[in-house]
C-alpha cells in the first residue's frame, strides 16, 4: 500500500518549493449538525480539524511544477476520509473556476472515500456539481490530470479521477467506485488496484512517487507547449529493407512491408520526439499493446500522436485512437498518426469487443478534427481497419509499405483464384507506394533524414 500523505504533504512533494499559494475558501453557513442534523456531526468535523489542522476535506490554490504554473486541488483523507460535502462542493468549484478564469491547466491529487453520509444526498449531488465543473474547463479547451492516491473510491474516482483527461496513479493504491466495504465479499482485489486499474484501460499510467514531479512536470510543459496550426512535417523514412527505393512490383511492395527487420512504430517515434508521454487504454475495459498513443514534443511544439504497431489492431486500440485524437482536438494540438497493420482484429473477441462500433469512431474522430491531422504509412496498410487511422489528403507513405482494399492473398480467394496468384493479384492491385502516390491516395513517399545517415 502506498504511504498517505496529508493534502499539503502531497501538494508539497510534487510543486516547486515555496511556489503553492492557497485559495480562499468560500464561506456556507450550515444548521447544527450539518444539512440532515445529524447528531454529532459537528463534532466529527472539530476533530477532524484537529486531527488534521484542516476545516475541509480538499484544499485548493495555485502552485508551479516543474516551473509552470497550474490550479491544485488535494484530498485530506485524513478529514471524514477525504469525503465530499457540500463545502467540498464549494472549494472544488472555485478551484475549477480559478483554472478557467486564468487559463490554468487543473491538477487533482485525489485521495477519497466518496461522498459523505452524514449529509445524505446532498453531499450526493455534488458530484454532479464537479462533473459540470469538469465539462466547463474541458469545453474552454484546459487540461486537467489526476494523480490517484490512497484510496481513490466511490464519486472521487467517478468524476475527478475517471474524468480527467490524464489519469496517473501511484502504485498500490486502492482505485475502484467500490470501496472496501461495500465491494461483494468474492471480488477479486486486484481488480479495485491502481495496477488493475491500469491492465483494464482506465488508467494512463502507475508513476512511482519518487517519479511523480517529474512526469507532472514533463505533461505540464508538453501541454502549454506552443503548437502549430498547419499540419506537422511526416517523418523521415528510416533505414528498412528497400534501401529507399521504390518496389518493382506489388508483390515486392508486401514483401518489404512484411519484413521482421523492417521499423516499427516505436523506432518512428523515437526518432520524431524529443520528448513522449504516452496514454494508455480505452477507458472502456481494453487496451491495446499494439496501438501506442500519447503527446510528445517535436521540435519545441506539442503534437498528439496515434501509431499502430503492425499488428491486427483490437477494438480497445481504436477506442484509444479515436479518445487521444479528441482529446487533441480540445486542446487545439495537431496529430501525428502512423499507419502499420495487417487489418483489423477479426476475430470473435474482437467482434464481442464492438470492431465495427470501434473503426467507425475511429474514421470519426479523424474526420470531425478541427485540428491538422498528419499521416505516415509505415508498412501494411490493411483496408478500412488502417484507413481508420489515415488523413484525407495528408497522408504519405514509406517505400516499405503499401495499402490495399485487402490483403493480395485474399482478394485472390475472394477472386477465385489459385494461391500462386497472389503476386500478380498484388499487381493488379496496385497497392505500391508510388501506385498510391498516382492514385492520389498518398501525397508523396517519404525520404530517408540525411542526417540520419
Not at 307 to 329: E, K, M, S
Not at 407 to 423: D, F, G, H, T, Y
Request: with cysteine; net charge neutral.
Amino acid at each position: 500500500m502506498t504511504t498517505r500523505l496529508s493534502a499539503r504533504a502531497a501538494i508539497a512533494s510534487v510543486t516547486d518549493p515555496g511556489s503553492f499559494t492557497e485559495l480562499p475558501a468560500p464561506q456556507r453557513q450550515s444548521a447544527p449538525d450539518g444539512p440532515l442534523g445529524w447528531s454529532g456531526y459537528d463534532d466529527s468535523r472539530e476533530r477532524a480539524a484537529a486531527r488534521t489542522g484542516e476545516r475541509e476535506s480538499v484544499v485548493i490554490g495555485t502552485a508551479l511544477l516543474g516551473g509552470r504554473p497550474a490550479t491544485v486541488i488535494s484530498f485530506e483523507f485524513g478529514f471524514l476520509g477525504g469525503s465530499l460535502g457540500e463545502r467540498t462542493g464549494d472549494r472544488l468549484e472555485a478551484a475549477y473556476g480559478h483554472a478557467r478564469e486564468h487559463r490554468l491547466p487543473l491538477v487533482s491529487l485525489i485521495a477519497t472515500g466518496g461522498s459523505r453520509m452524514q449529509e445524505g444526498m446532498l453531499a450526493l449531488t455534488q458530484l454532479q456539481r464537479v462533473a459540470r465543473q469538469c465539462v466547463l474547463t474541458r469545453a474552454a479547451g484546459l487540461p486537467q490530470i489526476a494523480v490517484l492516491r490512497d484510496p481513490t473510491t466511490g464519486g472521487g474516482w467517478a468524476t475527478l479521477g475517471a474524468g480527467a483527461d490524464v489519469v496517473l496513479a501511484l502504485p498500490g493504491a486502492q482505485v475502484g467506485f467500490a470501496g472496501s466495504r461495500v465491494r461483494p465479499a468474492d471480488a477479486d482485489p486486484a481488480a479495485y488496484t491502481a495496477e488493475g486499474q491500469f491492465a483494464a484501460g482506465h488508467v494512463d499510467a502507475v508513476v512511482e512517487a519518487a517519479d511523480l514531479p517529474g512526469t507532472l512536470a514533463d505533461w505540464l510543459r508538453v501541454l502549454a507547449a506552443p503548437r502549430t496550426a498547419e499540419h506537422v512535417e511526416p517523418p523521415a523514412a528510416l533505414g528498412g529493407t528497400s534501401a529507399g527505393a521504390p518496389p518493382a512490383t506489388g508483390w515486392d511492395a508486401v514483401r518489404q512491408a512484411r519484413h521482421p527487420g523492417r521499423p516499427h512504430a516505436q523506432a518512428y517515434l523515437d526518432a520524431y520526439f524529443e520528448l513522449r508521454l504516452p496514454l494508455s487504454g480505452d477507458r472502456a475495459g481494453g487496451v491495446d499493446p499494439g496501438m501506442l498513443c500519447g503527446f510528445g514534443l517535436r521540435g519545441g511544439r506539442a503534437v498528439a500522436y496515434a501509431a499502430q504497431c503492425g499488428t491486427a489492431t483490437r477494438p480497445a486500440g481504436y477506442r484509444t485512437a479515436a479518445r487521444v485524437i479528441r482529446l487533441a482536438d480540445r486542446l487545439g494540438i495537431p496529430v501525428l498518426t502512423l499507419v502499420d497493420t495487417p487489418g483489423a482484429a477479426n476475430d470473435a473477441a474482437a467482434e464481442h469487443a464492438g470492431a465495427g462500433a470501434a473503426i467507425a469512431d475511429t474514421f470519426a474522430a479523424v474526420a470531425a478534427a478541427a485540428v491538422p491531422v498528419t499521416t505516415l504509412l509505415i508498412g501494411e496498410g490493411g483496408s478500412g481497419g488502417a484507413l481508420a487511422l489515415a488523413a484525407p489528403g495528408h497522408t504519405w507513405v514509406t517505400p516499405d509499405s503499401y495499402f490495399s482494399v485487402i490483403a493480395p492473398e485474399l482478394a485472390a480467394a475472394i477472386l477465385k483464384r489459385p494461391a500462386q496468384a497472389a503476386p500478380a493479384t498484388a499487381d493488379q492491385l496496385r497497392i505500391r507506394p508510388q501506385d498510391l502516390v498516382s492514385l492520389g491516395v498518398a501525397r508523396g513517399v517519404v525520404a530517408p533524414d540525411p542526417a540520419a545517415g
